[in-house]
């Protein structure tokens, strides 16, 4: 039973394998902008349909890292979804 265990927990800690999921921005204006501010700009990303108007607003706040791929991708995913 032991070894039973045993190898039961070796299949649950080996690799996994993962892709980058990226989604298009087909129908969507979608780029960089600069946030104006008191003493500068903040760097920022803007994700929405490309047609259509009046859609709510999510704001998706950055991590430590910045605005990276991950995030856009989230911003981009929200977006196709009006």
Not at 29 to 51: F, H, K, L, N
């Amino acid at each position: 039973m032991v070894s039973t265990l045993a190898m039961g927990f070796a299949l649950a800690v080996r690799p996994v394998w993962a892709e980058t999921i990226v989604t298009d921005p087909w129908g969507l204006t979608a780029g960089e902008v600069m946030i104006p501010v008191g003493d500068g700009d903040i760097p920022a990303y803007r994700a929405m349909p490309s047609q259509g108007r009046l859609f709510p607003v999510v704001l998706v706040v950055q991590e430590i890292f910045g605005v990276h791929e991950h995030i856009k991708d989230e911003c981009r995913r929200l977006a196709k979804l009006g």
